[in-house]
């Protein structure tokens, strides 16, 4: 049970844990002052959602994201969420490719070449199939989370600023919940791949919970850091980057590889759900059905992305607090089973 249930936590940490929340700019972008009680109702939002999606996906032994959306929103909805998810995670990789091949620039790697590295890594991963792609959250993950962890650790130890937070003004509350749906439809994605796998209700808590809580912990930590640097971030396309601007230059090179480490376990993510959802109508190895779409993928990474985000992001929000709010009414409009 909780070596299973280890392994499907690093897969969440993974999913979640990409270059935005590394970077800590949607932690900025979402939290900042007056938001403890957002990233407490995160983190009981997540544990939910981690929990019932996993149940769903174990007792419909899914194998895509299909069956799960079907269970949540209705068969009729489900078809237009199956078309919205695609889309969300085809442009998710894309970007995720393209972050990839710039975050490379800095060591003097010409952007495509970078892009062809990352891309030749992703498809080694899916030789191994979904295992492959849990292996690598299971020795990665622990590198990113205590890598972060001690860098925060060590900025509140020795900070320089006091940061009070006071439990009378939480008037950024209402992020708790976006923050939350933003990571839904990526959650969805990769955790009905593995429905499958799960073979038990003790390893589905081990998950939900230790994923939840080192999350929010970490998310906590990382506000309270990034609060205390407030009047620097304006200088800093990348937040964490204001907060180890006095570490020696290895923390730097150290801390953007972390960061491209972070992209990878992005797209990795977004491209499981993307195979594991067409590889019943295409009964290929899923390492060749990894390279038609990365295929698919390479030309659009020659385009700017910015409009196209600004489009596509603030939809998909919308949707997902949708989504969210059909998790967690799940288990009480099905409470004679749950």
């Not at 993974?14 to 900025?28: F, K």
């Not at 544990?47 to 194998?63: A, F, G, N, P």
Request: glycine share 8%; with cysteine; hydrophobic share 55%.
């Amino acid at each position: 049970m909780w070596k299973s249930g280890f392994r499907w936590m690093f897969l969440i940490l993974g999913t979640v844990i990409g270059a935005g929340y590394a970077s800590g700019r949607e932690l900025w972008q979402f939290f900042g002052t007056e938001s403890g009680l957002a990233i407490l109702l995160f983190t009981f939002f997540f544990i939910i959602s981690c929990y019932v999606i996993l149940q769903i996906s174990r007792k419909e032994r899914t194998e895509h994201f299909s069956p799960v959306l079907q269970k949540l929103v209705g068969e009729k909805v489900s078809h237009l969420y199956n078309i919205i998810m695609v889309i969300y995670l085809f442009t998710t990789t894309v970007v995720m490719l393209a972050g990839g091949g710039a975050a490379l620039q800095v060591f003097s790697i010409p952007y495509w070449a970078g892009i062809a590295i990352i891309c030749l890594l992703l498809i080694l991963l899916f030789v191994y199939d979904v295992k492959g792609m849990v292996t690598v959250n299971v020795v990665i993950i622990p590198v990113i989370v205590l890598t972060l962890a001690f860098v925060l650790v060590h900025s509140v130890m020795n900070g320089t600023q006091e940061v009070t937070s006071s439990f009378s003004k939480q008037s950024n509350w209402p992020a708790g919940f976006t923050f939350t749906a933003l990571n839904i439809l990526p959650l969805v994605a990769v955790l009905s791949a593995i429905g499958k796998e799960v073979k038990s209700k003790g390893e589905i808590i081990v998950a939900s919970v230790g994923s939840g809580g080192i999350l929010g912990v970490i998310s906590l930590f990382y506000n309270q850091t990034l609060i205390s640097v407030e009047s620097k971030l304006a200088l800093f396309e990348i937040p964490l980057f204001a907060i180890i601007q006095s570490y020696p230059f290895y923390m730097l090179f150290l801390m953007t590889i972390l960061l491209w480490i972070a992209i990878y376990t992005t797209a990795a993510s977004g491209l499981l759900g993307l195979v594991t959802r067409f590889r019943n109508t295409m009964p290929i190895p899923l390492w060749t059905l990894c390279l038609l779409f990365i295929l698919l993928m390479v030309p659009f990474t020659a385009v700017g992305f910015s409009v196209l985000v600004a489009i596509l992001y603030p939809l998909f929000g919308l949707i997902n607090l949708y989504l969210l709010v059909c998790i967690l009414l799940y288990p009480i409009k099905n409470r004679e089973n749950w």
